[in-house]
């Protein structure tokens, strides 16, 4: 230590001022315990030199954690018996703040290029994430929160997602570092502490350095890769997860220009059509347009033309010449070819080039265009579905079928 440092002596107005804030308010049963204490004299010297050091009148010179620590335990009554072992006492402060938890988050921006780096007050050119120590029974989210918002001036609040996070333990100390992402580019960043952050500047992730060993950071980001040895430990993940985000990104953009929309934006669903239009449809083939209206006759179209649905043709039932064994199924439903057909009783089994006649007036319609008679058919009606409502089980017909079995 040069003999000006050894020599450095702080104002008493000042040390009583700092020692009445921050040492003597200490409760009683508390001062043995001198970990509690340093907290303090750390809280006091951050004070001084905000507030009394750097001001107009220069009353107040800086000085080191230690040489603040050595005036206040010599001005300090109940801490002046404790100066012998001072520099112990520091030491096992320094290995206590090892081990409290520091919580954090590293700010991304919206485009996913960048990422915000601060650079301390002290620090000549190291760079990290904005995080700080817990407080007792502190939530770490809220503490992650209210640490970057001191150190950037930034609210994460709405932003942070509480099981996003990477946690790394670097010199013996724990950290965790929650993700936040969508943080805009053009975002002013004041920090709210006096004297701890000097600078927020955004830095491009993909040039930051993995290692000490790469040598080419200080062509491409500015500086040493030493200068970024406190962010190193996280970036291989950050990283990974920037690259996970991206692709997701392109894979939503080209999933939406691949879907047909409407000018609303909403995609097209195939509508499928419902009964009353497919009542409506063309039944007739190109020659003969044969149309079937609401109220359910068929009309023929002397017109002709291609007017005509898939059904296409003109359709007849099919006739069975040859009757298996007698089915109970067949006589009950009636499709047989000997058996009668009825509005209310089966429909018939629709086959080519047979002639259609209406189920309501029973009007029989045929090709125009045809020469050649059909051959004599059984009179099958075409029967709608929605006929058979009234349908009724024949009871004697039934029976007899049975007792032919």
């Known amino acids: ?107 991304i921006s919206d485009d996913l290029s960048q990422v915000l780096l601060v650079q301390s007050y002290w620090a000549k050119s190291s760079w990290g994430f904005p995080k700080g120590k817990v407080n007792e029974n502190e939530d770490p989210v809220h503490c992650a929160v209210r640490e970057v918002f001191e150190e950037t001036g930034f609210d994460i609040s709405h932003l942070i997602q509480a099981a996003d996070f990477f946690e790394s333990t670097f010199n013996d100390q724990f950290t965790r570092l929650y993700v936040v992402s969508n943080v805009p580019k053009d975002t002013v960043f004041t920090p709210r502490t006096r004297n701890e952050i000097k600078c927020c500047v955004w830095f491009p992730i993909d040039l ?28 291989k993940r950050l990283k990974k997860w920037v690259h996970s985000r991206r692709e997701e990104v392109v894979a939503r953009k080209a999933g939406k220009s691949q879907q047909p929309s409407n000018s609303k934006g909403e995609k097209k669903r195939q509508r499928h059509k419902s009964m009353g239009e497919i009542e409506n449809l063309w039944i007739g083939d190109g020659g003969s347009g044969v149309h079937k209206m609401s109220g359910g006759s068929l009309l023929n179209n002397p017109g002709g033309g291609n007017k005509g649905t ?37 429909p018939a089994v629709l086959s080519r080039n ?52």
């Not at 950071?217 to 890769?225: D, E, L, M, S």
């Not at 265009?369 to 051959?375: G, H, I, L, T, V």
Request: charged share 25%.
């Open 310 to 346: 898939p059904m296409g043709h003109n359709w007849e039932p099919k006739r069975r010449d040859k009757a298996p064994k007698t089915n109970p199924k067949r006589q009950l439903f009636g499709s047989d070819a000997t058996a009668t057909s009825t509005p209310d009783t089966s």
């Open 208 to 235: 930051l350095p993995n290692s000490k060993t790469e040598v080419d950071t200080k062509q491409t980001v500015g500086f040493n890769a030493n200068s970024f040895f406190m962010i190193m430990p996280f970036m």
């Open 1 to 107: 230590m040069s003999a000006a440092k050894s020599a450095l002596q702080i104002d008493e107005e000042f040390l009583d001022d700092l020692a009445s804030r921050f040492i003597i308010n200490v409760p009683v049963e508390e001062r043995a315990n001198l970990i509690r204490i340093c907290f303090q004299v750390e809280l006091a010297h951050w004070f001084y030199l905000d507030f009394y050091c750097g001001g107009e009148d220069y009353r107040g010179v800086s000085c080191t954690l230690k040489q603040f620590a050595t005036q206040i335990f010599q001005h300090v009554p109940f801490l002046r018996v404790r100066l012998p072992h001072l520099d112990e006492i520091l030491d096992n402060w320094k290995k206590y703040k090892l081990s409290v938890p520091t919580y954090g988050a590293i700010l």
């Open 354 to 405: 047979t002639p259609i006649i209406a189920a309501k007036n029973k009007t029989k319609i045929t090709d125009s265009s045809s020469s050649k008679k059909p051959n004599p058919r059984p009179q099958f009606v075409v029967t709608p579905c929605w006929e058979w409502d009234n349908f009724r089980f024949d009871i004697a017909r039934i029976c007899d079928s049975h007792n032919n079995l």
